[in-house]
């Protein structure tokens, strides 16, 4: 059964030591991500921070590492790429909660809308404000009706406004500018706290005409439950912890910013529009959920990688179906720096790879291509195809004036350039065979060899 809230899936950390709670009061502004940052470095567990000044407790950290990201999904680094492409591939639509949601027991709205009264972070020194980086954003295209859900940032301006931002290449955004278009009004809510498999499903790489919710159903197996907003028509998750419904005023703009963001460096601040929230509902008893961004490798980073490795593998091996795998590194934001394994089919095919890659949405500026021997993501191993299966010469090349990775610090008036590295061996050529130790992984040696679970 897939985990039915996010209480589920903290039952399941503690259990297994994953999660640590914090009992004694720790500072909501600055210390939460100074501890956050710590537990990251030792790859130590996740956080519950009970007391946060605030009637609600926060945790974060929750997907802070790769193994905590398997438990979600329910799978080994061997089964994860097969068991969401499986989802992906299987959508399952949502259904309508029966009675009252979980995450309407407490509603807010009028003078008791107070979004200060949340344990919200501010994570770097030089952040602009008090930044929500764990919620996922519904929406509607105005036209379509078609629903979007994705995880986007929001700035505390004070109790009912929020900082809004949204890349315009993201369905969000272009919900915004379609809104405008239309000289219609954008409704949006912010959900806190869902599920896992509804958390990872913000960060598939779909098209637009998605309907989001068929995602998060096929990577859970099952529907997700929603539920009315109780100030506009949008459709939320009934089990969420917290939900703050919005409208977007496209007429005010307020500086937003600046945030340290998912490239490692702050983005500038600049005038972004203003979402004026109109109500808060929530659990009784809800936990609020944070989540640390900035120089890789934070959670924000975790967060993205399977969903994203999985859904770009599954475009490019439709037509290059030789393709065994691909790591999107975390070091490069989940974003500009892709390894792909395949077995070239004819000369030249791992160079039409690299250009399909360049041509996705991730906007890459580094991908290399190996032969499947090579552990994809062991630096080491990419590091040695490079040094000795790529002529430079002929096999590294530069494409210039490349679609630039959202936020990324430096880029020629919103285009960059990408390399792509064919370090496959060359095709149809006799090429020197691989010394390695034949046997050695399966060699007993019970001296250094850690000892068998009981």
Not at 196 to 202: A, K, L
Not at 283 to 297: E, N, S, V
Request: net charge negative; proline share 8%.
């Amino acid at each position: 059964m897939p985990y039915q809230d996010l209480r589920a899936f903290l039952t399941t950390l503690k259990g297994a030591g994953e999660l640590v709670e914090i009992a004694r009061p720790v500072a909501v502004k600055y210390d939460i991500a100074k501890a956050l940052a710590k537990a990251s470095a030792a790859q130590g567990p996740a956080l519950m921070f009970k007391q946060t000044g605030t009637s609600f407790p926060l945790v974060a950290g929750l997907y802070g590492n790769r193994k905590r990201a398997l438990i979600a999904f329910e799978a080994t680094d061997q089964t994860i790429h097969d068991k969401v492409l499986k989802g992906i591939n299987n959508q399952i639509g949502p259904t309508d909660f029966a009675g009252t949601a979980p995450c309407q027991e407490v509603v807010l709205t009028g003078d008791a809308v107070d979004v200060t009264k949340l344990p919200v972070p501010i994570y770097s020194a030089k952040d602009g404000g008090p930044y929500i980086t764990a919620g996922i954003v519904v929406s509607e295209n105005p036209e379509t009706g078609i629903p979007d859900i994705g995880n986007y940032r929001f700035q505390v301006h004070g109790p009912k406004e929020l900082g809004v931002f949204s890349a315009p290449n993201h369905r969000f955004g272009k919900n915004i500018a379609h809104a405008i278009q239309m000289g219609k009004e954008l409704h949006g809510a912010v959900v806190i706290g869902v599920d896992p498999m509804t958390m990872f499903s913000c960060q598939v790489q779909s098209s637009d005409s998605t309907n989001d919710w068929f995602v998060a159903g096929g990577l859970r197996g099952a529907p997700v439950e929603l539920v009315t907003a109780v100030s506009n028509g949008l459709k939320v998750p009934a089990n969420a912890e917290i939900v703050i419904e919005f409208t977007v005023d496209t007429a005010t703009e307020k500086m937003e910013g600046p945030l340290g963001e998912y490239t490692g460096f702050y983005t500038p601040p600049s005038l972004k529009p203003v979402a004026r929230i109109t109500a808060i509902t929530h659990r009784t008893g809800a936990i609020f959920q944070g989540l640390l961004t900035g120089k890789p490798i934070t959670e924000n980073h975790v967060l993205k990688q399977i969903p994203f490795e999985t859904s770009i593998l599954r475009q490019l091996q439709a037509q290059f179906p030789t393709i065994s795998d691909i790591a999107i590194n975390s070091s490069g934001g989940v974003q500009v720096y892709v390894v792909i394994a395949m077995k070239p089919r004819y000369e030249g095919e791992a160079r039409q790879a690299i250009l399909a890659t360049m041509a996705s949405n991730l906007h890459p500026k580094w991908i290399i291509v190996v032969d499947p021997d090579i552990d994809i993501r062991s630096s080491a191993e990419v590091e040695w195809a490079q040094s000795f299966r790529v002529k430079p010469s002929e096999d590294v090349f530069v494409v210039d004036r490349t679609a630039a990775a959202p936020l990324d610090p430096y880029t020629n008036g919103g285009y960059s350039s990408a390399v792509g590295i064919d370090a496959t061996m060359p095709y149809g050529v006799a090429f020197p065979e691989v010394s390695e130790v034949p046997g050695w992984r399966e060699f007993d040696l019970p001296e250094i060899d850690p000892p068998a679970r009981s």
